[in-house]
């Protein structure tokens, strides 16, 4: 069975920090795709990237970068140089080739940065 | 535009009250997902429809009744709620496309917070 950890359970930073997310998942399957979304306060979950297991690339965006690594089975997030609008909780997700609909959340991370 | 609306916002019910929830997109998207998120906890996969049709039911209750009346609409109706259903609602739509591509990439309403009296 598919199991995601996100040992972090909140992290506070002071403004302009960067800090790293941490994200170890567990499955069977050769092929599956790991996911970060966003939750603000408003609720809303806000995707932000998708990562398949054949692509081990990691990707910056702006101030955020994932690392993927699959010999440690872990996909990373950091944010550099943080803000205030960084504040929200941040899953890790992974779903499966088989039931790809299925995103299994990890229990997600509360970051707070602090002016 | 990639927006998935929710409503009501917010909805108090008493235990033997019905209601719905209702979610719509205009991504033409042809799945829709319907999540529930208790507080402090991730979400959780209740129901997937797939070009209208229930593909997925993750042993929900029956209380809990979803309906795909056309493919830009989704609603969850409500009966005889219990006060642990209390939670977040969260309805979700992506296309019906390879997985591991954008098509396939889940994209989140706002969701509608409810709490059962």
């Known amino acids: 069975a598919q199991k995601v950890t996100q040992a972090q359970t909140e992290i506070s930073v002071v403004e302009k920090e960067d800090v790293t997310l941490d994200c170890v998942y567990e499955?069977?399957?050769?092929?599956?795709?790991l996911f970060w979304y966003k939750q603000p306060p408003s609720g809303e979950l806000v995707f932000l990237i998708r990562r398949n297991s054949f692509d081990e690339q990691n990707e910056i965006s702006g101030r955020y970068s994932w690392n993927f690594q699959k010999s440690t089975s872990s996909f990373n997030f950091t944010i550099t140089a943080s803000q205030v609008v960084d504040s929200a909780v941040y899953f890790c997700a992974l779903s499966e080739q088989t039931g790809a609909n299925n995103l299994f959340f990890g229990t997600g991370t509360r970051l707070t940065v602090i002016p | 535009d990639t927006e998935v609306t929710q409503t009501p916002k917010h909805l108090v019910m008493g235990m033997t009250n019905k209601k719905s929830l209702k979610c719509e997109q205009h991504m033409g998207h042809r799945a829709m997902y319907w999540y529930k998120q208790k507080a402090k906890k991730p979400p959780e996969l209740m129901f997937v429809y797939s070009y209208e049709k229930l593909s997925i039911n993750e042993s929900v209750p029956s209380r809990f009744s979803p309906e795909c009346p056309n493919s830009s609409l989704l609603n969850l109706h409500l009966h005889a709620l219990q006060p642990e259903d209390s939670a977040l609602y969260l309805c979700?739509?992506?296309?019906?496309?390879?997985?591991?591509?954008?098509?396939?990439?889940?994209?989140f309403g706002p969701g509608t917070r409810l709490t059962v009296t």
């Open positions: 499955t069977r399957d050769t092929t599956y795709y």
């Open positions: 979700a739509s992506s296309q019906e496309g390879v997985p591991g591509t954008s098509l396939a990439d889940q994209y």
